[in-house]
């Protein structure tokens, strides 16, 4: 009677998984078969797998952003985008809102580049690490802001009648739309006899919702008016704000001296005489 043996036949497959380091093995076809031991066998197993490489992880880093967090409207950006393990690709995402993100660009390398909003407010900016298995999650957001030139400036005067050679304060509050990164105000103003000074520029600050100067001495009398504007970099400025302050002459004194009259005290009925009058001091016009 002949003996038989069973012999049972795995084929099995394997992938990488773990970043490529770990090997794990899968029963894909199983058979079984019974030789008699009057047989030589021979058996040769071999496996074959491919090696398939881990999808990334999320980023654990946010994206940066050359030129910094403030862009004029419409500019294109490069972001630059930390390196994840196994990644080959990436994508790159934006938002106006921090919802409803939108793919932007795709990258072998780990800079993209990007455009920004057409108006005011902020990009949020995400991306993702990817190869042939697939894509990690979301990292978490870059914010830059897009912005345009500032809206005009409100300047006004703390006293509006100075007496001659006096002084007062000009002050206007924060500019509408002035980033807090290398935005300033110019400033000038014209005297009442037509002269424009230029005054140096103020630096924006963030946070300070008042700015101020104190002016010459105001000797001229007339009108000085005052401007001021405000101005983001690489874009034009904003409108001039203005505001005026006057230096009145002084009232004139009661005249000391009586007027004259050419030809003396006498004369006919409705005659037209002429009249001379002492002049008085910071008179402008005389009312007799």
Known sequence: ???????????????????????????????????????????????????????PGTPSVIPSVVGGSYHPYSTVIKVT????????????????SDSNYTLVATTSSNQANIGTRSNWGYNYI?????????????????????????????????VGIVTQGG?????????????????????KYTRPNGTQVNLSNISHIGGTNLYSFETEN???YG????????????LPCGGWGKTTVSVPLPIP???????SVVGGSYHPYSTV??????????ATSYKV
């Not at 093995?25 to 031991?37: A, G, W």
Request: positive net charge.
């Open 218 to 220: 105001l000797t001229q």
């Open 1 to 55: 009677m002949k003996n038989l043996f069973s012999l049972t036949l795995f084929v099995i497959s394997a992938f990488s998984q773990a970043a490529g380091n770990t090997l794990i093995f899968i029963l894909t076809q199983y058979h079984r078969f019974n030789i008699s031991n009057n047989y030589l066998v021979a058996a040769l197993f071999f496996i074959s797998y491919s090696a398939v490489a881990a999808i």
């Open 167 to 187: 002084k007062t304060t000009i002050s206007w509050p924060t500019v509408g739309h002035a980033i807090y990164q290398g935005t300033h105000y110019e400033r």
């Open 81 to 96: 985008l930390p390196t994840v393990a196994n990644a080959t690709s990436y994508k790159v995402y934006s938002s106006i």
């Open 126 to 158: 995400k991306y993702k690490a990817c190869n042939t298995s697939g894509c990690g999650g979301l990292s978490a957001w870059r914010r830059t802001l897009s912005y345009g030139s500032p809206y005009t400036a409100a300047p006004s005067a703390a």
């Open 273 to 282: 005489i002429k009249v001379t009058l002492p002049s008085v001091t910071n």
């Open 253 to 259: 004194d009661t005249p000391s001296g009586i007027p």
């Open 223 to 234: 009108t000085y008016t005052f401007y001021v504007r405000g101005c983001n970099p690489q």
